[in-house]
Each structure stands twice: as structure tokens, then as C-alpha cells.
């Protein structure tokens, strides 16, 4: 708000921030795919469309709902999508491809 940078002038320079849409995308497979990682980043390439990956059954401790434990489930994948904005003509189906692709 207008009062907060009258308030305190260095708060002006946020003014030059801009939003950044975001997707997160969730994978359940039926077989761990992590080779027991809890998350790896990817280095950087303009054509990709996720920055990191989350074996969530690597993350969470103790056991599940149904009395198991996390590290014996398949893995459960997320994947973050920064700037989504770009894939604006692109399915869910076809964003899903690709990150199971980017997963590999």
C-alpha cells in the first residue's frame, strides 16, 4: 500500500517486482521412480518446464492412513513449474508428458 512506502522509502524498489504464475504438478506411480532421493534440482535449460522433483514418500515419516510406512509406498512426485504463464496453449495432459519425460 501507498501509506507503507511513505512509511519506509526502501520498500519503493518492490514496486519493480512483478507476479510470477506457478503450477505444481503431483505424479502418483505405482513403483518408486526416486532411486531413494528426496528432491533433485534440474540445471537450468529455457526449453524445460520444472526447476526441482519431491519423492513425497521419501519426505514424510511414519506411516500412512492405512497403517504403512512412506518408505515402503511408490513414489509420489512433485514437480514445480516456475513462470507458468508460458504454457498457456499447452493441455494438462501434455504438461503431465513432459514432466514425466523431465523426471527420467
Given at each position: 500500500?501507498?501509506?507503507?512506502?511513505?512509511?519506509?522509502?526502501?520498500?519503493?524498489?518492490?514496486?519493480?517486482?512483478?507476479?510470477?504464475?506457478?503450477?505444481?504438478?503431483y505424479i502418483w506411480f505405482d513403483q518408486k521412480v526416486?532411486?531413494?532421493?528426496?528432491?533433485?534440482?534440474?540445471?537450468?535449460?529455457?526449453?524445460?518446464?520444472?526447476?526441482?522433483?519431491?519423492?513425497?514418500?521419501?519426505?514424510?515419516?511414519?506411516?500412512?492412513?492405512?497403517?504403512?510406512?512412506?518408505?515402503?509406498?511408490?513414489?509420489?512426485?512433485?514437480?514445480?513449474?516456475?513462470?507458468?504463464?508460458?504454457?498457456?496453449?499447452?493441455?494438462?495432459?501434455e504438461v503431465i508428458e513432459r514432466t514425466l519425460r523431465e523426471i527420467q
Amino acid at each position: 500500500p501507498e501509506a507503507w512506502l511513505s512509511h519506509d522509502p526502501s520498500l519503493k524498489s518492490m514496486e519493480a517486482l512483478k507476479p510470477c504464475e506457478y503450477i505444481s504438478v503431483y505424479i502418483w506411480f505405482d513403483q518408486k521412480v526416486s532411486e531413494g532421493k528426496q528432491m533433485w534440482a534440474r540445471t537450468y535449460n529455457k526449453d524445460d518446464l520444472n526447476c526441482e522433483f519431491y519423492d513425497f514418500s521419501e519426505i514424510y515419516p511414519g506411516i500412512d492412513r492405512s497403517g504403512k510406512p512412506w518408505k515402503q509406498r511408490p513414489s509420489l512426485i512433485g514437480s514445480n513449474i516456475i513462470d507458468s504463464g508460458r504454457l498457456a496453449n499447452m493441455t494438462d495432459d501434455e504438461v503431465i508428458e513432459r514432466t514425466l519425460r523431465e523426471i527420467q
